[in-house]
């Protein structure tokens, strides 16, 4: 027997119905970190020691989901790749399909203007379309996911409303990030979910104006200062084809511009009917062609079995093709007769009562309130005792700034911290060492710290036994660590070496930092390949790769790059 007719012989059946688009930015806005010789790409800063794209990686992954699409920009491609094989192999991730791609391996734009490399995030997004075969999540690669939100909870919900075309996710930040993030008003339904509006703040003026249609529609809208814009996305494949007919000079940002534009269409009659044929269209009959031709079919329904089975794009095949041409004049005056009844009305009004039939959706994501548990009373007569603060809120927070960088590694160590301490009320003593070669992810509740590995072994070494270090900081291999220093909250990379006497307060310290003897640093960010001098004493700064403090040097409150001096 054949064995592609033998039913015992296996096959592989791909049942995924969402796929994982991950965009990698140049990190605009994470000056000085993205300056210098050596600079690293957005997607590989470390928090942790570990790189921030694997949490989006690992978040998709635990979401059920193994395609995934990385679109990177050129510079970064050599060395996302070579990490993505070594950390994400077909051994460690056998059912991972993992595609990378540049942003100039996409397809050619209508109008090629030489800037793909600069391309906004919308364009991008529909020069990689044909590579897009199912409903997908757009990411970002810089993004920390509190544990009560995955990403199973958000296609579910875009699962049980069969009408959304996007369901976007927004949240509340954070104070200590609120203030770098571009303020918003956000309007939405609460009681349908529906997304209605995306404005920034800066273009709303003293009077506030909002289309009857909308009013109308959703007499109930509720507007929001407070909320954030994570970037999380999930589309309806359909979605590519209308991003198709709009021309490249008109894209830019999907935040700024395709979903505010795409929101529109969802309460706009005009847009919203017209859009229809493309994001929602009729569901194709696979016998509708064997019906039209057959014989007993009458003759007046030949015509109804034809309509349904027009051509499909090579998204979906349930989509027909949208038509990119510009309607000539005489096409407008043909669609305008067309719409124009005996009567002279138009045959628009007659579709203003018939729902548009899709919608957009809002999955909004803030903090739980903090646990707080009041202490009993310590003895008779005795007023009870303080309320003790419970754990952390989780939140979810964006690294796309130095703010956000800054506020993810800082709740990171807080949670290193609360591992530790619950060890040492066990019994346990903290281990501060992190395995950096796996994709392991440290969330809140959870740290990668592991013992007993020759990893650790050999690190432990490195590390005087006079060094002190606090139960809320990390180590990463191969550090060495002199005679009667001190580190405290402090993250520091693999192979850094920290001098005698030398202390480190709230401090990031990426790979292969080097800090002399008797050095002060306190809430500083350095990057790779930094040396700080003898005695230097460093506050509140950020230093870009390979920059040198020279010994002795006081520097407070500033962000600098290789080469730059005080």
Same mark, same amino acid.
């Given at each position: 027997?054949?064995?592609?007719?033998?039913?015992?012989?296996?096959?592989?059946?791909?049942?995924?119905?969402?796929?994982?688009?991950?965009?990698?930015?140049?990190? /605009?806005?994470?000056?000085?970190?993205?300056?210098?010789?050596?600079?690293?790409?957005?997607?590989?800063?470390?928090?942790?020691?570990? @790189?921030?794209?694997?949490?989006?990686?690992?978040?998709?992954?635990?979401?059920?989901?193994?395609?995934?699409?990385?679109?990177?920009?050129?510079?970064?491609?050599?060395?996302?790749?070579?990490?993505?094989?070594?950390?994400?192999?077909?051994?460690?991730? @056998?059912?991972?399909?993992?595609?990378?791609?540049?942003?100039?391996?996409?397809?050619?734009?209508?109008?090629?203007?030489?800037?793909?490399?600069?391309?906004?995030?919308?364009?991008?997004?529909?020069?990689?379309?044909?590579?897009?075969?199912?409903?997908?999540?757009?990411? @970002?690669?810089?993004? +920390?996911? @509190?544990?009560?939100?995955?990403?199973?909870?958000?296609?579910?919900?875009?699962?049980?409303?069969?009408?959304?075309?996007?369901?976007?996710?927004?949240?509340?930040?954070?104070?200590?990030?609120?203030?770098?993030?571009? +303020?918003?008003?956000?309007?939405?339904?609460?009681?349908?979910?529906?997304?209605?509006?995306?404005?920034?703040?800066?273009?709303?003026?003293?009077?506030?104006?909002?289309?009857?249609?909308?009013?109308?529609?959703?007499?109930?809208?509720?507007?929001?200062?407070?909320?954030?814009?994570?970037?999380?996305?999930?589309?309806?494949?359909?979605?590519?084809?209308?991003?198709?007919?709009?021309? +490249?000079? /008109?894209?830019?940002?999907?935040?700024?511009?395709?979903?505010?534009?795409?929101?529109?269409?969802?309460?706009?009659?005009?847009?919203?009917?017209?859009?229809?044929?493309?994001?929602?269209?009729?569901?194709?009959?696979?016998?509708?062609?064997?019906?039209?031709?057959?014989?007993?079919?009458?003759?007046?329904?030949? &015509?109804?079995?034809?309509?349904?089975?027009?051509?499909?794009?090579?998204?979906?095949? /349930?989509?027909?093709?949208?038509?990119?041409?510009?309607?000539?004049?005489?096409?407008?005056?043909?669609?305008?007769?067309?719409?124009?009844?005996?009567?002279?009305?138009?045959?628009?009004?007659?579709?203003?009562?018939?729902?548009?039939?899709?919608?957009?959706?809002?999955?909004?994501?803030?903090?739980?309130?903090?646990?707080?548990?009041?202490?009993?009373?310590?003895?008779?007569?005795?007023?009870?005792?303080?309320?003790?603060?419970?754990?952390?809120?989780?939140?979810?927070?964006?690294?796309?700034?130095?703010?956000?960088?800054?506020?993810?590694?800082?709740?990171?160590?807080?949670?290193?911290?609360?591992?530790?301490?619950?060890?040492?009320?066990?019994?346990?003593?903290?281990?501060?060492?992190?395995?950096?070669?796996?994709?392991?992810?440290?969330?809140?509740?959870?740290?990668?710290?592991? &013992?007993?590995?020759?990893?650790?072994?050999?690190?432990?070494?490195?590390?005087?036994?006079?060094?002190?270090?606090?139960?809320?900081?990390?180590?990463?291999?191969?550090?060495?660590?002199?005679?009667?220093?001190?580190?405290?909250?402090?993250?520091?990379?693999?192979?850094?070496?920290?001098?005698?006497?030398?202390?480190?307060?709230?401090?990031?310290?990426?790979?292969?930092?080097?800090?002399?003897?008797?050095?002060?640093?306190?809430?500083?960010?350095?990057?790779?390949?930094?040396?700080?001098?003898?005695?230097?004493?460093?506050?509140?700064?950020?230093?870009?790769?390979?920059?040198?403090?020279?010994?002795?040097?006081?520097?407070?409150?500033?962000?600098?790059?290789?080469?730059?001096?005080?």
């Amino acid at each position: 027997m054949s064995t592609l007719l033998d039913p015992r012989a296996s096959r592989r059946v791909d049942t995924q119905d969402f796929s994982a688009v991950i965009l990698v930015g140049y990190g /605009e806005n994470l000056y000085p970190l993205n300056e210098g010789t050596n600079v690293l790409s957005k997607a590989l800063m470390p928090v942790g020691n570990v @790189p921030i794209i694997n949490i989006v990686l690992d978040w998709v992954f635990a979401g059920g989901l193994t395609d995934i699409l990385i679109i990177v920009p050129p510079t970064a491609e050599a060395a996302i790749s070579e990490y993505l094989a070594q950390t994400y192999s077909s051994f460690s991730h @056998p059912r991972a399909h993992i595609t990378l791609k540049s942003y100039t391996d996409g397809e050619d734009d209508d109008e090629q203007d030489g800037e793909e490399e600069r391309a906004g995030t919308a364009r991008i997004l529909r020069r990689f379309r044909s590579l897009i075969k199912t409903d997908f999540v757009l990411l @970002p690669c810089d993004i +920390s996911f @509190p544990s009560n939100l995955t990403l199973a909870s958000i296609l579910d919900k875009h699962r049980a409303t069969p009408d959304a075309v996007l369901t976007s996710v927004f949240y509340e930040p954070t104070e200590a990030v609120r203030e770098s993030e571009e +303020s918003m008003l956000v309007g939405y339904d609460k009681y349908t979910n529906e997304l209605l509006l995306i404005q920034g703040l800066d273009t709303v003026e003293e009077d506030l104006g909002f289309r009857m249609a909308l009013i109308d529609k959703h007499p109930t809208i509720s507007l929001s200062k407070r909320l954030l814009d994570s970037h999380i996305y999930v589309f309806r494949n359909t979605v590519l084809d209308l991003l198709a007919t709009r021309q +490249s000079k /008109e894209l830019s940002s999907m935040r700024e511009q395709f979903v505010p534009y795409l929101l529109k269409g969802a309460w706009q009659d005009g847009l919203g009917h017209r859009w229809s044929t493309i994001l929602s269209p009729p569901r194709r009959d696979p016998l509708a062609g064997a019906l039209a031709r057959s014989i007993t079919t009458p003759y007046n329904e030949v &015509g109804t079995y034809a309509t349904l089975s027009t051509p499909s794009s090579t998204g979906s095949n /349930e989509t027909p093709l949208p038509d990119l041409r510009h309607p000539s004049a005489g096409d407008q005056l043909i669609a305008f007769k067309a719409e124009v009844g005996k009567t002279g009305k138009s045959a628009r009004k007659s579709k203003q009562n018939t729902p548009i039939g899709w919608t957009c959706r809002v999955v909004i994501h803030r903090p739980e309130e903090p646990v707080v548990e009041e202490k009993p009373a310590q003895g008779k007569g005795k007023q009870n005792g303080k309320a003790a603060a419970g754990p952390e809120p989780e939140v979810l927070i964006r690294a796309n700034n130095l703010a956000g960088y800054w506020e993810v590694n800082r709740r990171l160590i807080r949670s290193v911290g609360a591992a530790n301490a619950a060890a040492l009320a066990a019994g346990v003593a903290p281990v501060h060492h992190q395995v950096t070669s796996g994709a392991q992810h440290v969330g809140a509740g959870a740290t990668a710290t592991t &013992g007993g590995t020759p990893a650790a072994a050999a690190a432990a070494d490195a590390i005087s036994s006079t060094a002190q270090i606090s139960p809320d900081s990390l180590i990463g291999d191969g550090v060495r660590i002199g005679d009667r220093a001190s580190i405290k909250k402090c993250v520091v990379g693999r192979h850094c070496n920290i001098g005698k006497g030398a202390k480190l307060t709230g401090c990031i310290l990426w790979d292969w930092v080097t800090v002399e003897d008797n050095a002060r640093l306190e809430n500083v960010i350095l990057c790779g390949n930094v040396r700080i001098g003898e005695k230097a004493q460093i506050k509140d700064c950020e230093f870009g790769p390979g920059f040198e403090a020279k010994p002795g040097a006081v520097i407070k409150g500033e962000r600098l790059v290789a080469g730059q001096e005080v």
